[in-house]
Structure formats: C-alpha cells, structure tokens
C-alpha cells in the first residue's frame, strides 16, 4: 500500500491543473492510502484552535490559494485543498480510471458547512453568509 499524507508538499489549494507534477505513481490494481483535509479558508477554522490538528495548522500556513508561491493560477480558486495528484502507470489522455472508495474516517472531530450567498440550487433563498462548525462523535457517526 502507498501512503500519501496531507503535507504541504503533497497538497494543492483551490484548483485542478494537468501540470501539477505528481506526488506518487501507481500501477493499476494498487491500494493508496490518501490523508486529506478539510476545504476551508483560515476563518473557517474552528475558534478553539485546540482542535485543529497541527499538521492541518502548518499546511494552512504553507499553502497559498491558487498556487505554491512559484505558480498562481489565473481566476478564481475554490476553498479545496487537494491531495495528489497520483500518477497511474499506463493511463493515457481519455481512458476512463476506476477509483474505488475502501473506507473514509474523519481525521479530525469537527467539521463545518456554509452558505455562500447567491450560489447553489436556491441562490435568491440564501443571501446573507453563515457558518457553522460541527463537532464530529466517531463512536455514535454523528456531527452535532
């Protein structure tokens, strides 16, 4: 099994480019074990910054949205921080990849959602930004 953990090196913040180099190559069939975190921007941390993991805390202050200092996209960026890519051995422009999902575990016990005015399904029905954070009880598999 490969590892990928979320360290700055390994992790994008805010968009999808073909040129960012890879962080591991795979063949097909192989198992990868990808650590991840939350998509949030620094206000988006819980207020107890007791809870934030300080691997999260340091890949915060590395990253800088929309690029590593040496590229910045052009346009907007999302709030995503992204693990990889991971290259696959043999896979060409247009070949459709089967990525199957083994398990998902919180790596963190809280979380949080917003509502972003003006965007969404209802966008006229949320206009004003709100965000709550949530704690996550792994033994129940709740966020209250």
């Not at 709030?79 to 990525?99: F, K, R």
Request: charged share 20%; with cysteine.
């Amino acid at each position: 099994m490969i590892e990928v953990k979320a360290t700055p090196e390994n992790l994008f913040w805010g968009y999808f480019d073909a040129d960012t180099p890879p962080v591991a190559e795979i063949n097909s069939g192989e198992t990868v074990m990808l650590h991840t975190l939350t998509a949030c921007f620094p206000e988006d941390l819980p207020p107890d910054s007791s809870l934030v993991t300080d691997d999260h805390k340091a890949a915060m202050e590395a990253l800088t949205p929309g690029g590593d200092g040496s590229k910045v996209v052009a346009g907007p960026v999302g709030p995503h921080v992204m693990t990889g890519p991971i290259y696959v051995n043999g896979a060409e422009p247009g070949d459709t990849l089967q990525v199957d999902i083994l398990e998902a575990e919180p790596r963190q016990d809280w979380g949080f959602a917003a509502i972003l005015p003006m965007l969404g399904t209802l966008p006229e029905e949320f206009t004003d930004y709100e965000r709550i954070h949530l704690m996550i009880d792994r033994v129940k598999g709740v966020a209250t």
